[in-house]
């Protein structure tokens, strides 16, 4: 999927600047040929898909690099190196895929009991225990396609320490991960972002460069995405102001009407009982004013005493 992002990009840019020679380099991170262990331990997305393509481009081996918005640490600064370009946001939303056989209403009706939900994300882990209070929760590791392979052949997740969880009898997944692969047919339900409030910037690509490469800047500008860039800028101030990591269930979504931005992020405990929420209106072009406003919000309600409890050691 990442490649096919990064391709993306390249067609863009050649498209944009047609003097420009775009040469794709691949990169396995340490998030890429672990499918087995939590994130956590190898610092996060941020660390697992984040820190080595940066510093390949902090040591000039690279002129940019491509991530999943959502996948950058917002609790932190990057010196040296700038967001150039966000493209324009594809579906933002968190979808649900179930295994042969089951419904969506045998979830409801059973409020998830003697089910089990494969996921790697611990915001969707939290909101999906509100939804289903009783369902178990596992980690299931793995690309879009891989996942939903594994939920129809019923295979189980191996662990670290050579055990099994699962299997799984549904995953909840990215819709748009889901569309990039050509399993759109397998989604049962779209969760809206009043029943799951997507990741901060989820759903948008972000370009990074060098902060004093200007020629490049100059190219990336020329793919940027205005109402993507303003939706970036809010929703990360959330998690800047938060000091949010990546084991804390948070979630900041912003939607744009006219010159209008509504912003709504959430902060929750692991297990989804400790929920805290704010929802803001204000300037569209003021994004990250927005953004601090909700975040300030949301520490008056007492998210930085959960944000602290499942901060890692």
């Known amino acids: 999927m990442a490649l096919a992002q990064t391709e993306d990009i390249a067609r863009r840019l050649s498209a944009a600047a047609s003097e420009l020679d775009v040469e794709i380099v691949k990169f396995e991170t340490v998030g ?23 510093a390949a481009v902090t040591a000039g081996k690279l ?7 959502k996948d950058m640490p917002g609790n ?10 966000t493209l324009s946001r594809d579906p933002p939303t968190d979808a649900l895929v179930l ?5 969506l209403e045998d979830l409801q009706k059973s409020r998830g009991k003697g089910y089990t939900i494969g996921t790697n994300a611990v915001r969707r882990a939290a909101y999906a225990k509100r939804l289903f209070p009783e369902v178990n929760i596992i980690h299931f590791r793995g690309a879009a396609d891989t996942r939903v392979r594994k939920l129809d052949n019923g295979e189980k997740q191996r662990l670290p320490d050579g055990g099994h969880v699962g299997p799984a009898d549904a995953l ?16 049962v339900h779209d969760f809206t972002p009043q029943e799951m409030l997507p ?14 490469n200007w020629q490049i800047r100059k190219y990336l500008e020329l793919i940027d995405d205005p109402v993507a860039r303003l939706s970036c800028d809010a929703e990360r101030e959330v998690l800047w102001v ?11 979504f912003s939607t744009i009407k006219g010159s209008e931005m509504t912003l709504s992020a959430s902060v929750l405990d692991e297990e989804g009982g400790l929920f805290i929420e704010a929802s803001r209106s204000g300037p569209a072009n003021r994004p990250r004013e927005l953004g601090r406003a909700v975040a ?5 309600k007492g998210a930085a005493a959960i944000i602290e409890r499942t901060r890692p050691d």
Request: overall charge negative; glycine content about 14%.
């Open 76 to 85: 932190e600064d990057t010196p040296g190196l700038i967001i150039g370009a």
């Open 172 to 187: 909840i997944m990215a819709r748009s991960g889901l569309e990039r692969v050509g399993f759109v047919d397998r989604i």
């Open 296 to 300: 300030l919000e949301l520490l008056d």
């Open 99 to 103: 295994r042969k056989g089951l419904t």
């Open 242 to 252: 938060l000091n949010g990591h990546c084991n804390s269930p948070m979630a900041a």
């Open 63 to 69: 002129e940019a690099c491509m991530h999943s918005l």
């Open 199 to 212: 990741s901060a910037g989820q759903g948008i690509v972000a370009v990074e460069c060098a902060v004093n």
């Open 32 to 54: 890429d040929s672990d499918q087995i262990s939590k994130l956590l331990p190898h610092g996060g997305k941020g660390g697992a898909f984040v820190a080595e393509i940066r």
